[in-house]
C-alpha cells in the first residue's frame, strides 16, 4: 500500500479513539490520584506473594497475583491499576461499538458518568480480582451479541474474559448464567459456544494452575471448607453435627456447641476450626466436603432456605467503604511492599489517605449518589429489556438481560455459597446502569420494529 492510499481522515479518527479510550481510563482512576496511591485491601498481599515468591495460596487461583506481577516487575503498583482502568474503558468503547459506531464523546460522557455515579472507578483503583466481574459480564456479551465487531476484537474479547473468569471462582457461576442468556436469545448453538469461551478457557486454566500448584487437577480443590463454614454459620451444619457425632470421628466434632457463627470467623480466626486443625484447610477439605454432603442431604430446606436469604441480603449489599480502610494492611501489604519493591513504593503507600484512614470521607459524599442511580438502574434495565424483546432488538434485548443476570448470580455465587459482603455486590451491581446509557445510543430500535419473523431473533444494527 502507497502512502497515497492511505486515508488521513480514518488515521485521525483512529487516533482519537485510541485518546477517548486513554481519557476514559484516566477518569475511571480518578479515586487512585485523590488518594495517591492504588487502593489495597488486606488480600492485595496474598495476591502478592503468590506469584513473588511464588507460593501457591489455598483459597486464590493463581491467575491474578501473576497478572500484577506481568505489570508492576517489582517496580510500582500503578502500572497494573492503570491497566485494570484501561481495560475497563477499552471493553466499554467496544460495548459501544456492539450496538452503533463509537463516538469519542460519548464514551467521555459515559465514563465521567460512571466515576462520579458509580463503584467502577474504586474497583479500577482497587488490586483485587473484583473488577474482573464486570470485565467478564461485558467480555461474554460482546462475543454473544458483538456482531459488528472485528475478529480480532472478539478473540481479544475472548483471551480477557477467559482470564476475568478465572481470577476469581464465583465468575463460573456468573459467567454460566451470561452463556445461557445468549443461547435464550440467539437460539444458535455456534454464538452460545463462542460465547462460552472465557468460560471453558477459564475452568483450563484453573484446573492448570491448580494442577501444577496443588497436585489436584480440580476447580477449587478446598472450596468445600468455605461451603462449611458457611453452612455451619447459618446453622444446618450445627443440627448435623449435633446428630453425627462423636460416631464419625470427625474433627469438628470437637466443636459441637461452640461453632463460630460468624463464617469469617469460623474462616480466618487463628484460634477457629480451620487453623486451629493441623495442616489448616488443605487438611479440613475431605472432611468438610463429608460434612457438607450429609449437611445437604438430611437439611435440603434448611440450606435452600439460608441459601434464598443470603443471596438477599447479597443484593442490597452495595456500598464501597469495605474497601477503602487500612485495617490489616499494616500486618499484610506492608510486608510485600518492603519485600518486593523500591523503597520509595512503602513510602508512597504510607502517605495515601487509606494508609491514614482518610480515604473514606472521600467515599461517602457520594454514597447517596450511587444508590439513586442504582435505584434507578433497577428499575430500567428490565423495562429496558421488555421493549427490547417487543422490538426483537437481540442487542439490547440481550445487554440488559445479561446485566440483570449477572448482578443475580453473583449475589447467589458469593453470598449464597461464601458469604454476603458489601464489597461482592458493589463490585458489579453498577452495571445496572449501562442499559439505560447504551439504549440512548439505540433510539432507531427502541422505537420501532425490526423486520424479523416472529419467534426469531436477530441482532439488528443502527
Not at 59 to 88: N, S, V
Not at 219 to 239: E, I, K, N, Q, T
Not at 351 to 375: C, D, K, Y
Request: glycine content about 8%; aromatic content about 8%.
Amino acid at each position: 500500500m502507497s502512502v497515497a492510499d492511505v486515508d488521513p481522515s480514518r488515521h485521525l479518527r483512529a487516533t482519537l479513539d485510541g485518546l477517548a479510550i486513554l481519557a476514559g481510563a484516566v477518569l475511571l482512576l480518578w479515586p487512585a490520584y485523590v488518594n495517591g496511591y492504588p487502593i489495597l485491601f488486606t488480600d492485595t498481599h496474598a495476591f502478592l506473594v503468590q506469584a513473588s515468591q511464588p507460593r501457591t495460596v489455598w483459597d486464590k487461583p493463581a491467575i491474578y497475583g501473576p497478572f500484577l506481577l506481568a505489570l508492576h516487575g517489582r517496580t510500582t503498583l500503578w502500572l497494573p491499576a492503570a491497566a485494570q482502568a484501561l481495560l475497563l474503558s477499552q471493553l466499554l468503547w467496544l460495548t459501544a461499538k456492539a450496538f452503533a459506531t463509537p463516538r469519542p464523546a460519548r464514551h467521555l460522557a459515559l465514563c465521567a458518568l460512571l466515576a462520579v455515579g458509580s463503584a467502577a472507578p474504586w474497583f479500577a483503583s482497587l488490586l483485587m480480582p473484583d473488577i474482573t466481574a464486570p470485565m467478564a459480564v461485558l467480555c461474554i456479551f460482546l462475543l454473544g451479541f458483538g456482531d459488528r465487531l472485528r475478529p480480532l476484537e472478539r478473540r481479544w474479547a475472548a483471551g480477557v474474559g477467559a482470564f476475568s473468569v478465572a481470577s476469581h471462582l464465583s465468575l463460573l457461576i456468573v459467567a454460566a448464567a451470561g452463556v445461557a442468556v445468549v443461547l435464550a436469545l440467539r437460539r444458535r448453538i455456534a454464538v452460545a459456544a463462542t460465547a462460552a469461551a472465557p468460560l471453558l478457557v477459564g475452568l483450563g486454566l484453573l484446573l492448570f494452575t491448580n494442577l501444577i500448584g496443588f497436585g489436584i487437577a480440580g476447580v477449587s480443590p478446598y472450596g468445600s471448607v468455605f461451603l462449611l463454614a458457611r453452612l455451619a454459620s447459618d446453622g444446618p451444619v450445627r443440627d448435623v453435627l449435633a446428630t453425627d457425632c462423636p460416631r464419625t470421628g470427625w474433627r469438628m466434632c470437637g466443636w459441637v456447641g461452640r461453632l463460630p457463627k460468624d463464617s469469617d470467623e469460623f474462616l480466618w480466626n487463628s484460634e477457629g476450626p480451620v487453623w486451629s486443625t493441623p495442616g489448616g484447610p488443605p487438611a479440613l477439605a475431605a472432611e468438610a466436603s463429608q460434612i457438607v454432603a450429609r449437611t445437604i442431604g438430611h437439611e435440603p430446606a434448611a440450606v435452600l432456605r439460608a441459601m434464598i436469604e443470603n443471596m438477599m441480603r447479597q443484593l442490597v449489599m452495595i456500598r464501597v467503604g469495605d474497601t477503602l480502610r487500612p485495617d490489616g494492611l499494616a500486618q499484610s501489604v506492608v510486608g510485600s511492599l518492603r519485600a518486593y519493591f523500591p523503597p520509595g513504593e512503602l513510602s508512597r503507600f504510607a502517605a495515601s489517605l487509606q494508609s491514614r484512614g482518610e480515604l473514606v470521607a472521600i467515599a461517602a459524599p457520594l454514597a447517596p449518589v450511587h444508590a439513586a442511580l442504582l435505584v434507578f438502574g433497577a428499575l430500567a434495565t428490565p423495562a429496558i429489556l421488555a421493549a427490547a424483546l417487543r422490538r426483537r432488538d437481540a442487542t439490547l434485548a440481550g445487554f440488559a438481560a445479561l446485566m440483570l443476570a449477572a448482578v443475580l448470580a453473583n449475589a447467589f455465587a458469593t453470598g449464597a455459597l461464601s458469604g454476603p459482603h458489601d464489597r461482592y455486590q458493589a463490585r458489579i451491581a453498577w452495571l445496572s446502569l449501562l442499559p439505560a446509557a447504551f439504549a440512548v445510543a439505540r433510539p432507531a430500535q427502541i422505537g420501532a420494529r425490526a423486520s424479523t419473523p416472529a419467534g426469531v431473533m436477530r441482532t439488528n444494527f443502527s
